[in-house]
């Protein structure tokens, strides 16, 4: 249903276009979240760009075109999208995109794909059209930066949890949503249907718990750049509680799960 009507809005909005003119036209800087396919060759795109927040787009011809969008559509590239619209058309018109960088052109196995998918989606669902968000940009770039094949669970970590805090839908990890206590080097629990963290004495019996190394390791996460990070290992189960308690957070927010986030968890 919704495709269709946004396949009527495209025809609508390439007829008015001979008539109606010019567009204003830019290039802003983006990062390839999704596309989907319409007509025979067309594509819609939806991507973060750094000034505008997310758009979505109508790429015309991408499947054939090589020139204008060779390899640029796939999720989490970096792109300097050409782009022209009309004022109040929710599509605007992707001419080109030009690569600043792929993730491509790094080696790619199951984990690293995974990884890559469960950024592109978690940025999907969470920004709003048109809601400029720079330090979200920002986090996605540095992040991106760090997913290598063999080591993506410090930038899935650091990703998730950064996501949930420049949401506003992080609780205050030191202490006791409860009774206000600190966790001073005990343990904090969650649930997956509230917010906040609480202590072993407030626990639900559902409850999961977040170690004590977990939550030092999430204050570092809130203090330190991701590359100050990065020399250390990472093996899948570090921190592995931070990244469910995030992953669930996000989750309740957008009222869906994510399927990205439920590949990540069959690899542990
Ligand atoms: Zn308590």
Not at 233 to 255: G, K
Request: charged content about 25%.
């Amino acid at each position: 249903m919704l495709l269709k009507k946004v396949i009527a809005g495209i025809a609508v909005a390439y007829g008015r276009r001979r008539v109606a003119g010019l567009y204003p036209k830019g290039v802003v800087e983006a990062l390839i979240l999704r596309t989907w396919p319409v007509h025979e060759a067309d594509q819609i795109v939806s991507f973060f760009t750094r000034d505008l927040g997310k758009l979505k787009g109508i790429a015309k011809s991408a499947a054939k075109s090589r020139r204008r969008f060779g390899g640029a559509l796939e999720p989490m590239t970096h792109v300097l999208a050409s782009y022209a619209e009309k004022p109040r058309q929710e599509l605007v018109r992707l001419d080109a995109c030009e690569i600043v960088a792929s993730p491509l052109l790094d080696p790619v196995d199951y984990a690293r794909a995974a990884a890559l998918a469960f950024m592109a989606e978690v940025l999907e669902e969470t920004l709003q059209d048109r809601d400029p968000q720079d330090a979200v940009f920002r986090l996605a770039l540095a992040v991106l930066e760090q997913t290598r094949m063999g080591r993506i669970w410090l930038p899935v970590t650091y990703f998730s949890l950064w996501m949930v805090r420049l949401m506003g839908w992080m609780p205050e990890i030191g202490r006791c949503t409860d009774c206000g206590r600190l966790f001073a080097g005990g343990p904090a629990y969650f649930e997956s249907q509230r917010d906040g963290l609480v202590c072993a004495e407030h626990r639900h019996p559902a409850a999961r718990a977040i170690s004590p190394e977990s939550l030092v390791l999430a204050a570092r996460i809130f203090r330190d750049p991701i590359a100050a990070l990065a020399a250390e290992e990472w093996p899948r189960n570090r921190a592995a509680d931070l990244r469910r308690f995030a992953v669930q957070n996000l989750e309740r927010h957008l009222e869906k799960r994510l399927r990205s986030a439920q590949a990540l968890r069959g690899m542990g």
